[in-house]
């Protein structure tokens, strides 16, 4: 099995900073991709980054891009989520994944999972 835990997460005022970590244990393995996701009340789960362990491939969700930066430290199996000038639309439950099947923006297509951190944006 894998296991996840995400730490970081708080409340930040509008405009602030957070770092999100991400630790992986378990059965992992350095060829699997490391994704977060996010989930708002009352909202499906989106996709926000991802990025292959060396992290030489990226992706982004286009209302992150240019203010998160995801990256990660394959011999630590530790994923980090920048995220800067942050908004109240970006209050939401924050989740480390990897281990992806298919699409990266796809959240069925991660195997594993972490619980989730809370990030809140006040205005």
């Known amino acids: 099995q894998v296991q996840l835990v995400e730490s970081g997460g708080g409340l930040v005022q509008a405009g602030g900073s957070l770092r999100l970590s991400c630790a992986i244990s378990g059965r992992t393995s350095s060829s699997y991709a490391m994704g977060w996701f996010r989930q708002a009340p009352g909202k499906e789960r989106e996709f926000v980054a991802a990025?292959?362990?060396?992290?030489?491939?990226?992706s982004y969700a286009g209302s992150v891009r240019g203010r998160f930066t995801i990256s990660g430290d394959n011999a630590k199996n530790t994923v980090w989520l920048q995220m800067n000038s942050l908004q109240p639309e970006d209050t939401a439950v924050y989740y480390c994944?990897?281990?992806?099947?298919?699409?990266?923006?796809?959240?069925?297509?991660?195997?594993?999972w972490g619980q989730g951190t809370q990030v809140t944006v006040s205005s």
């Open positions: 994944a990897t281990d992806p099947r298919s699409s990266w923006s796809l959240s069925t297509s991660w195997r594993y």
């Open positions: 990025t292959t362990r060396s992290g030489g491939v990226t």
